[in-house]
C-alpha cells in the first residue's frame, strides 16, 4: 500500500466515489504536492479489471438510460439476450423502482447497448474467439448507442462485463453515468485457458454456492471450472452405471445428482465458462470402495485403487463414460498425483499380480496412468494429468496429454520442451489454501518464465487457481477465492508489458476498487492488503483502503 496512504483520506474516497475509479486520481494528489508525477502510461491505468488489450478515454461524462435496450444481432442469441439482463440488473441495481425520480429526467446520452456478432454458434471450447471492441463516443457525437462488436457470442460476453464496469450509479444525481467517454476497446485474452479449481470433495458445496463462485468468476473473465469433484474423503456424485459409488459422499445430503452436475454445465456455458470434471486415479480414490469394497486393495489398504483387477478399470470406465454425457469439454482431468504404491506392495493379491506381470510396484503406476488415459481417450477426451506422471515416464504419456504443473515451477519448459501442452498452477503462488501468499505474488508469477521459443510458448494453455477444500466450505470459500484469484485473472488474460510496472501503483488500487465492485454485487471478497487471505478487516475504513 504505497499509493493510497500518501492520498488524503477525502482525495481517496472521492476518487473512488464520483469517478468510478477509470483512471488513477493522481492528478490531484500531484497538485496538493503529495505525490510525485507519474507518466500517464502507468498513473493513468482505467479502473477495468483485468486491463483490457488497448483502449482509450477522454472526459466526458454519459448517463445511462435505465430503460437501455439491447440492439444488434445479438438479440438473436439465447445466450447474449440473458447477459445483458443480468448485466442490465447488475448497473440498474440503484433503478428508480417507486418512481420518486421520473419528472426529473427524461433522455439520457445512452438509450441502446447495440451488440453485432459475426457468428451465432454456441459451440464452447478450448481456444474459442473471446475477442471484442467495444466503443462509446463523446457527448457532443454520441448517438445514444454504445456497441459492442465480437466474432463470437462469447467475445460479446466478455465485452458486457467490461461495460458493466464502465457504468456507476452517481449518488448526486441519482443516474448510472459512463465516466471517461469516449472510449475505445479493442480487447482479447493473452491465454485461452483462464481456470479455477474447486474442491468439492474435502467439504461440500451446495449447488447454489458453486453457482455463485461460477458467477464471479465471469466477472473476472475467467473461463475454465475446473471442478475436483471426487477424492479420497467423499464421492459425492451420482453415476448412474454404478449406483453405489455415491455411498463414498459424507452424508446422503451432500450429494451431485446427474441433473446437477448438468446445471452446473449450463450454468457456466450461459458465461462463457467450460467445466472440466475431475476423477483423480490412482491415488486420492478411497472413497470409491465405500460403495464397492472391491476396489479397496484390502480393507485396511484402500488406496491406490487395487491395479490387479478387471473390475476396477470397469468402474472407471463407466465413470468416464456417465460423464462424457454431462461434460462437453474436450479435456478431462486424470489426476495422477500422490501415488504411494506401499498398499501395492503390502497387499497378497496385488503383489502376485505384479509378479505375474513382471511389474514393479513404479511400474504398476504407469500401468494405471495410461490405461486410464486410453479410456479417456477413446471417450473423445484429451486427458490432463497432474506432473508427476510427466516427471516419472513422459515418454510414455499419450502426445495429446495437458501437463498440470502444481509442485513448483520449471515443469511447463521442460513440458513443453518435450511437446506437451501444459497448465501452470505453481502451489507456491497458486494454490489459494496457502493463505500466506499476498496478492503481489500472485500478480506476478508468470507462466512463461523459462520458455524462450514462440513455438514453446503457444504449448502453455494459460493457467488456474486452485481452491483445495480441507479448510473451506460455504462459510468461508469465497473470500478464500477473491480477491487473490482475480490478481491472476489480470496475469492470464492482460498483455503482460501493462502490467508489470510499479504494482503497488498501478496496480493496487485497480486491486482493491475491483474487491469493492465484487463486494458490491455481492461477493464476499476478502480485503486485499491482509497478510493472511481471508481474513477479516484489520479495523474501520473505506473498502476502497483495504
Known sequence: MKLWPLLTWHTAFACALFFTAFTLCVSEAVAAGTLNPTPRSSASLPFIWPLPAAFTFGNDTLSVDPALSLAGNAASSAILRAAFDRYRGIVFKHSDRYGFLRTLRTTYDVSKLQINVQSHS???????????????????????????????????????????????????????????????????????????????????????????????????????????IIDEQSFPLEVPSFPNLWKGSYTKWERYTVEDAYEIVNFSKMRGINVMAEVDVPGHAASWGVGYPSLWPSPSCKEPLDVSKNFTFDVLSGILSDMRKIFPFELFHLGGDEVNTDC????????????????????????????????????????????????????????????????????????????????????????????????EDVYTAEPLEGIRKVSEQKLVLGGEVCMWGETVDTSDVQQTIWPRAAAAAERLWSPRDHTTRNINITTLPRLQYFRCLLNRRGVAAAPVTNFYGRTAPTGPGSCFDQ
Open 122 to 228: 454456441d459451440q464452447l471450447q478450448l481456444g474459442v474467439d473471446e475477442s471484442y471492441s467495444l466503443f462509446v463516443s463523446n457527448a457532443e457525437l454520441h448517438s445514444g448507442v454504445v456497441t459492442i462488436e465480437a466474432n463470437t457470442v462469447f467475445g460479446a460476453l466478455r465485452g458486457l462485463e467490461t461495460f458493466s464496469q464502465l457504468c456507476s450509479f452517481d449518488y448526486t444525481s441519482k443516474t448510472v453515468q459512463i465516466n471517461k467517454a469516449p472510449w475505445s476497446i479493442r480487447d482479447k485474452p493473452r491465454f485461452a485457458y483462464r481456470g479455477l479449481m474447486l474442491d468439492t470433495s474435502r467439504h461440500y458445496l451446495p449447488i447454489d454456492v458453486i453457482k455463485q463462485i461460477i458467477e464471479s468468476m465471469s466477472y473476472a473473465k475467467l473461463n475454465v471450472l475446473h471442478w475436483h
Open 344 to 439: 501395492w506392495s503390502n497387499t497378497s493379491q496385488v503383489t502376485h499380480w505384479l509378479s505375474q506381470n513382471r511389474l514393479t510396484p513404479k511400474a504398476a503406476y504407469e500401468y494405471f496412468v495410461l490405461k486410464a488415459q486410453e479410456i479417456a481417450l477413446s471417450k473423445r477426451w484429451s486427458p490432463v494429468n497432474w506432473e508427476e506422471t510427466f516427471n516419472s515416464f513422459p515418454a510414455k504419456l499419450h502426445p495429446q496429454t495437458v501437463v498440470h504443473n502444481w509442485l513448483g515451477p520449471g515443469v511447463c519448459p521442460k513440458a513443453v520442451a518435450k511437446g506437451f501442452r501444459c497448465i501452470f498452477s505453481n502451489q507456491g503462488v497458486w494454490y489459494l489454501d496457502h493463505l500466506d501468499v499476498p496478492w
